[in-house]
């Protein structure tokens, strides 16, 4: 079916939205924030039309434009059961950072440049909108070289953000960030060229091993590596915990969904593009997930800064979907893009507490905390609530992306195969961390003896807290009712050649 012009609006409305935002801020200061959030706002409701066309029928939504006919590029988007509740959830998780960013940004701007600083908040909201055409873009567009510039269009305005607005050494930040970026989008860029030499296109239709031939290993093994250094797996992760760390708190969730958003990429390219070169991979990247679970795991427990605790929980987290993904079953596959979008709602409110906790307390060291939940109530409820999505607990949405997965991550195994077996098990041991780590910086924060001098801490105010209400309530919806997303999402997987379809 070809739809008229509200996927093409969907990125463009942040585009159109940003460039507006800063010649305004130097009269309308803050206020541009709420400019940007609105403008999100309208995104999701476009997402929200197309979502309930695509669900309602199982239609896949088509947008095509000319681009560059003599190389046959098309600039397009579509909306079906896999990218579109990918780009509503990721949409959600938007509005509501970027509504978080008016307060805390108006605190961090000033804290850095001085009280009459506005153009600064221009260049912030600016920045944050590009992000946001960028993330949405990925996941609607149908040819490699549009993912390609979609991707540059996040690194960019991404790397502004932390050199500007960041904490420690935050120059250094942004360029460990673009360039480990960099790195891993020129290696995707490298496959891509590949499949465009052997094709004469970068169509996503294009990338079947039956027109690729014998480079079809080696565009399939790019297009995943690039990837896999873009979500930071074992021994490629060292720059992702400090650049998620260092950025305005605010804009730290859009950093996860900007690692986590592989995952939305490798099953959109290699296990619908191509299935039967992508096996090959299963095993070992399976080995390599949980690997990345157990280390990443480890190594958030070990952290004293709240900041850092979170950031080094997204690089096992990013491995759960990579798992279930390299398990090659439809449950795996669709549990594992679920399990992403799960991960970037409790992140966001994880991440947006650490920012509270900065703003109420000025501090990030667990050590000097304790006892706040008395100080504030509604705070430790949305971090517990957060604690709850990561560690899939019921009726959070972890809960059902994580069964869902782990359902089809256990599939190769009851087939006969030991070595299946063992990843999937230990792949379970691995979740063990999850629940640690979420839960023991609850304890150290929120409970015990109040510190003497955080006797005056208060509450956050509510244009902080109520949006991270909204996406807690979001997540408690999706736990209650998973079928609006997980209907599509095996929807999706059950028309891959892969074992394990559900019916």
Excluded at 5 to 27: C, E, K, W
Excluded at 207 to 229: E, F, N
Excluded at 376 to 391: D, K, Q, R, V
């Amino acid at each position: 079916m070809v739809q008229g012009y509200t996927l093409l609006q969907s990125v463009a409305i942040p585009v159109v939205a940003s460039l507006i935002l800063y010649p305004l801020s130097r009269r309308i200061g803050k206020y541009v924030g709420w400019i940007a959030s609105l403008s999100l706002v309208y995104v999701v409701i476009l997402l929200v039309y197309n979502w309930l066309d695509v669900y309602s029928t199982g239609a896949v939504l088509k947008e095509s434009y000319n681009w560059a006919p003599t190389l046959s590029l098309t600039f397009g988007f579509v909306a079906d059961n896999l990218s579109i509740p990918v780009a509503l959830i990721i949409s959600i998780m938007l509005v509501a950072a970027c509504t978080f960013s008016i307060p805390y940004m108006e605190r961090r701007v000033s804290a850095l440049y001085g009280e009459g600083s506005k153009s600064q908040l221009g260049i912030y909201f600016l920045c944050f909108l590009l992000v946001s055409s960028g993330l949405i873009g990925i996941t609607l567009s149908t040819n490699l070289i549009e993912i390609y510039l979609f991707v540059e269009l996040v690194l960019i305005p991404t790397f502004v953000i932390i050199s500007l607005f960041g904490y420690v050494d935050k120059e250094r930040v942004g360029i460990i960030y673009l360039v480990w970026n960099q790195v891993g989008a020129f290696i995707f860029l490298i496959g891509a060229v590949l499949v465009y030499i052997q094709t004469g296109q970068f169509n996503i239709t294009s990338l079947q091993s039956s027109q690729l031939g014998s480079v079809a290993y080696w565009a399939a093994g790019l297009i995943l590596i690039g990837w896999l250094v873009k979500m930071a797996v074992f021994g490629v992760h060292m720059w992702l915990p400090i650049t998620e760390a260092e950025p305005p708190t605010c804009f730290a969730p859009v950093m996860a969904a900007v690692s986590g958003v592989g995952t939305y990429v490798i099953a959109r390219l290699l296990l619908y593009g191509m299935p039967d070169v992508f096996r090959a991979f299963s095993l070992p990247l399976m080995a390599w997930a949980v690997l990345t679970m157990f280390y990443g795991g480890a190594l958030t427990l070990v952290q004293k800064d709240v900041k850092y605790i979170f950031a080094w929980s997204t690089v096992g987290q990013n491995a759960y979907s990579i798992l279930g993904l390299a398990s090659f079953s439809a449950l795996g596959v669709a549990g594992g893009v679920f399990y992403f979008t799960s991960h970037i709602l409790g992140k966001f409110i994880l991440f947006s507490v650490a920012g509270i906790l900065l703003t109420q307390t000025g501090l990030r060291d667990m050590s000097s905390m304790g006892g706040l939940a008395s100080k504030m109530p509604l705070t430790a409820s949305l971090f517990l609530t957060g604690a709850l999505i990561l560690s899939a607990v019921p009726p959070t949405s972890g809960f059902q992306a994580e069964w869902i997965l782990f359902a089809g991550v256990f599939y190769p195994g009851s087939a006969g195969s030991a070595v299946y077996q063992l990843v999937a098990a230990l792949g379970i041991i691995a979740t063990l961390l999850t629940i640690a780590y979420t839960l023991w910086p609850m304890k150290r924060i929120f409970f015990g003896k109040v510190p003497e001098h955080l006797s005056s801490v208060s509450e956050a105010p509510l244009s902080m807290t109520l949006p991270l209400l909204a996406v807690a309530v979001v997540s408690i919806m999706l736990g209650i009712y998973p079928d609006a997303v997980a209907k599509q999402l095996i929807a999706f997987a059950n028309t891959l050649p892969i074992g394990g379809v559900f019916r």
